[in-house]
């Protein structure tokens, strides 16, 4: 069976529920967007929800994935930089925990940490302090990591790191590796737009959501599908409650959702690449990776975080099995 690294930051979320969003915009922070914060706002942000009740746990947008495709059977890695504290602890035992096989350097940086504040509504934004995974470099991108690996998964918040996002992508096809990108946030892409639309020709498979799709095309959510299919092997672009839109070649599909109950939209972007590359390894069609992506979305939208306990990890195995 084929199998995938994914490479990007190695973060511990705070998740923080909050019932205003004036406190965002008393902290200038535009809702739904990730905002990279240094330890100056980070201390700012602290101080204004040190009242509301927070919890923790291992996060990262490519991290999330990863732990996802370990859980569901699939030999999976992750390349990142991590403290020598306890918060990157934290982490790196999250990952093994789960079978990962981890590429995780450590340095005397604090690990990072991304703040999620979760409206009412269940919709998150990031306040990301990177710490540790600012180190990440080219040194350590080597064809003797990817050689051993058939797809390489790619965070969208790498593009931060130009000569790291670069070099990962170019080591990774030189090694044919499939390389898979998750846009990740509007706002990234609408800060390096010409820079990815660039790369495009580069990559094999894109997830992105509507407003990523959006920011990247300036184009709908279905001109947006066409346009990235054309650069790419497989185009993927959700749609929210409406479902997503998937296109390779001249192969349409679009895929409905279920009516959920939102909790926290935290990690769904996340869980469905897994969930649609679980299918895709295991040569299911199109329809089928984005029904079991889909799937794996609502079960996450259900919990406070990225992470499900073994009860609904077990349901989501079950309903897959059948």
């Known amino acids: 069976m084929k199998n995938v690294i994914g490479i990007g930051s190695a973060l ?6 909050i019932d205003n969003d004036d406190i965002l915009k008393e902290l200038d922070i535009r809702k739904g967007s990730m905002h990279l914060v240094d330890e100056k706002s980070t201390a700012i942000i602290e101080k204004r929800l040190e009242n509301y009740e ?3 746990a291992p ?3 490519a991290a999330n994935t990863i732990h996802a495709l370990s859980k569901m059977g699939i030999e999976s890695g992750f390349i990142s ?3 020598k504290d306890e918060i990157g602890k934290f982490f790196e035992n999250s990952m093994s925990s789960v079978g990962v096989k981890s590429y995780l350097f450590h340095t005397d940086t604090a690990s990072g ?3 999620t504040i979760i409206s009412a509504d269940g919709e998150r934004t990031f306040a990301t302090n990177l710490g540790a995974s600012l180190e990440l470099n080219e040194r350590v ?3 003797d990591i990817f050689k051993q690996w ?4 790619v965070e969208g918040y790498l593009i931060a790191n130009k000569p790291v996002f670069v070099k990962t992508i170019s080591t990774a096809k030189a090694c044919g590796c499939k390389v898979v990108l998750d846009l990740a946030s509007f706002n990234v892409v609408e800060e390096n737009r010409d820079f990815l639309n660039e790369l495009l020709p580069q990559i094999d498979i894109i997830f992105a959501n509507e407003e990523e799709a959006k920011a990247l095309t300036l184009m709908s959510a279905e001109e947006s599908l066409h346009y990235i299919a054309e650069k790419v092997e497989i185009a993927v672009v959700k749609v929210g409650k409406n ?3 998937i296109k390779r070649g001249n192969e349409v599909v679009q895929i409905g959702c279920n009516k959920i109950d939102v909790v926290d939209t935290t990690g769904a972007g996340d869980m469905y690449a897994a969930g649609f590359l679980y299918g895709l390894i295991n040569d299911y069609d199109l329809e089928s990776c984005g029904i079991i992506g889909n799937h794996l979305a609502e079960s996450i939208i259900q919990v406070i975080g990225a992470k499900m306990d073994e009860e609904r990890w077990e349901m989501f195995k079950k309903n897959l099995r059948n």
């Open 12 to 17: 511990v979320d705070i998740l923080t529920r």
């Open 54 to 56: 927070s919890s923790m």
């Open 59 to 61: 996060g990262g947008s």
């Open 81 to 83: 930089f991590i403290g």
């Open 113 to 115: 940490t991304a703040r």
């Open 141 to 143: 991108i080597t064809s």
């Open 150 to 153: 058939d797809y390489c998964y």
């Open 243 to 245: 479902g997503s839109l």
